[in-house]
């Protein structure tokens, strides 16, 4: 894909090939692009949206933000972009404070909402161009820059027609164009496959890497842990405003280090019964830990598959009915469970990384 | 300097085409003017044969207090207010949907300056209504009205039908980001409108006013706006008139772009 070739091959200096090479982890760790420090964010009158967050972002990666709606992932993004001020803490984008110079931020960044915005009375040309003027971008330039973006977003045939009667994947390519158009070194992208199709979101993904490879750090926010699992080096998990995990999405999984399943309870309610169920649970052999989560306990083992038929002879011995029963290799989604006690909760598009199911065996492994 | 023209040249240049990309919006702002025109003149022709008697008999007539025996002539001011007025008050709504869909955004996270979104945007509601007074005048003059002022006196008409116009687009900036609710800023901007319009000498000659409307147009910044435009419609270059209109529009512009760029300001910064 020739996404961003053109787009950041100013930003592809010797110092980001540099960085991105051998050195790359002892240099970024030295000067991340992000550094945020006990972060907090209230809306009035008492809403704690981000409760003293501290991460960095470093030089050439991708950073992921995964949590679900409400977290604190937006309010994040809008603070590091200069749109919200933060109620306290430290927030610093390429060394320079986001409320001392926003101006300044503003040059570096480029910034893609949950939201497309796009003006939809004008073309998708003319959208473009306006983002030059915007950026200050030399008038002998704009043609240029503008007919590059149109092939890099795939919206040649579209482009001199109103962005009305664009499709919704076509209005986010335009909008993240729009964001791309003065060749950001820090791309921020909130939730960028929201509402997108898999099809859509398959490409946009391709984008969002190659425009990575060309040295663009980039910043993106998502619901959805295969999207996380698949694009970020690395990750922080987000809930209720605080960070409960942060690594590699690798590392992360393999803390967990083993198997997941989840049993529910038909007297899932009854605390007792919970407790006795999750003591016989933990002395099977083979069990590494047993945790509560809100539908029932969550097992951990090493082999999971050996160990489903003594569950369900354990349980069934001591009278105590199995709702479900479910078996996965670890996910986010069981990082996120570890972590939170609950587990993320997307409306659309899946992914079939877990099928639950009554009886033995797994089924099919993520 | 140069980036700062540029920078509000993008903005107006943007709000100009998307007007000319809503051809229902010009159409009606079209169509208005003539409704008014036809209406009026034709249900009021008779305005024009009101005399008011002297004390020591005789009569003054329409002609006497206004110079024109036409109403349409005399009505062609109150045309161009109730246009400029009306939109004006659009104003507002357009920066509103841009916060609603997200557009602001992507102009906030841009090196623009914000004092140019809200100029680019104010300058281009000056201009949108400089071209539809342009209209209207054409008409007026399609119909008869003879312009007493002349070329340089149309000029006049123009700028100042402008520069009443932004300091108009002014108070629907304001009622919008107050609200964030285009209904609202609508109804607001409409329940205001007219009751201003028919309390000015915009439609009657102060003269033939109740008392008490008299005094309420002495104090209605309508009214001096309406005074110059009948001046050189129907007269000519009165000066003392003109340049309380001048003062009445330079006044109210700064009340009102003050407050609005000011609850603008708040709006954008986050």
């Given at each position: 894909m020739n996404l961003c070739g053109r787009i950041v091959e100013k930003a592809e200096t010797d110092e980001t090939l540099y960085q991105r090479g051998v050195f790359a982890d002892r240099m970024s760790r030295a000067d991340p692009i992000v550094r945020v420090e006990d972060l907090v964010k209230v809306y009035e009158p008492n809403?704690?949206?981000?409760?003293?967050i501290s991460f960095h972002v470093d030089r050439g990666e991708i950073f992921?933000?995964?949590?679900?709606?409400?977290?604190g992932k937006t309010t994040t993004i809008k603070v590091l972009t200069t749109l919200l001020r933060k109620t306290s803490g430290k927030a610093v984008v390429d060394g320079i404070d986001v409320e001392r110079d926003p101006g300044a931020i503003r040059r570096i960044i480029g910034y893609a909402a949950q939201e497309v915005g796009v003006d939809e009375d004008l073309?998708?040309?003319?959208?473009?161009?306006l983002q030059c003027r915007f950026y200050h971008i030399p008038s002998v330039e704009i043609d240029g820059r503008v007919r590059d973006l149109v092939k890099t977003v795939d919206l040649e045939e579209a482009a001199d027609r109103p962005a009305r009667t664009y499709s919704g994947g076509m209005r986010k390519r335009l909008d993240l164009g729009m964001a791309l158009i003065h060749r950001p070194k820090l791309l921020f992208l909130d939730e960028p496959t929201t509402g997108l199709d898999p099809q859509n979101r398959r490409a946009l993904w391709d984008y969002i890497q190659s425009l990575n490879d060309s040295g663009t750090t980039i910043f993106l926010t998502t619901q959805y842990m295969e999207e996380a699992d698949r694009l970020a080096d690395r990750l922080c998990i987000i809930d209720h405003g605080r960070i409960v995990a942060e690594g590699t999405p690798a590392t992360l999984k393999a803390e967990i280090g083993a198997d997941v399943i989840e049993v529910s309870l038909k007297a899932n309610g009854n605390a007792d019964v919970r407790e006795r169920a999750k003591g016989l649970l933990a002395v099977l052999p083979g069990v590494r830990e047993v945790r509560d989560y809100e539908d029932g306990l969550a097992v951990y083992s090493q082999s999971g598959s050996t160990l489903l038929p003594q569950i369900v002879r354990a349980l069934d011995g001591a009278g105590t009915e199995i709702e479900r029963l479910s078996l996965s290799v670890p996910s986010l989604d069981d990082v996120f469970l570890r972590h939170t006690g609950h587990k993320l909760r997307v409306e659309q598009v899946k992914p079939a990384s877990r099928t639950p199911y009554m009886g033995f065996g797994p089924r099919r492994r993520a | 300097m140069v980036e700062f023209l540029s920078e509000i040249g993008a903005v107006f240049g943007r709000w100009i085409r998307k007007t000319l990309r809503r051809p229902a919006f010009l159409f009606f702002s079209l169509v208005q003017p003539i409704v008014w025109f036809v209406l009026f003149t034709q249900a009021f022709q008779s305005i024009s044969n009101i005399r008011q008697p002297l004390p020591g008999g005789g009569f003054l007539t329409f002609a006497d207090f206004t110079g024109t025996d036409s109403y349409l002539t005399f009505f062609s001011a109150a045309v161009i207010i109730q246009t400029i007025i009306a939109s004006a008050m659009q104003s507002g709504l357009g920066l509103v949907?841009?916060?609603e869909s997200g557009y602001m955004d992507k102009m906030r996270v841009a090196?623009?300056?914000r004092f140019s979104i809200l100029t680019g945007k104010v300058l281009s509601d000056g201009f949108r209504i400089l071209i539809q007074t342009l209209v209207i005048v054409a008409l007026a003059f399609a119909l008869g009205v003879q312009f007493a002022s002349g070329f340089a006196g149309l000029l006049l008409i123009l700028l100042l039908a402008a520069?009443?116009?932004i300091a108009w687009s002014g108070i629907s900036?304001?009622?919008?980001?107050?609200t964030r609710n285009?209904?609202?800023t609508l109804m607001i901007s409409i329940l205001t409108t007219f009751p201003l319009l028919f309390l000015s000498t915009a439609v009657m000659p102060k003269a033939f006013l109740p008392e008490w409307v008299q005094t309420v147009a002495t104090y209605n910044p309508i009214s001096y706006v309406a005074d110059a435009f009948h001046s050189l419609t129907i007269t000519g270059f009165d000066w003392s008139v003109l340049g309380y209109a001048g003062l009445v529009t330079a006044v109210v512009a700064g009340l009102t772009l003050t407050t609005s760029s000011a609850s603008f300001r708040r709006a954008v910064a986050g």
């Open positions: 809403v704690r949206a981000v409760d003293g992921g933000f995964l949590g679900p709606n409400g977290a073309t998708g040309t003319e959208n473009l161009r | 949907a841009d916060m090196p623009i300056r520069g009443f116009g900036i304001f009622i919008a980001l107050k285009s209904e609202a």
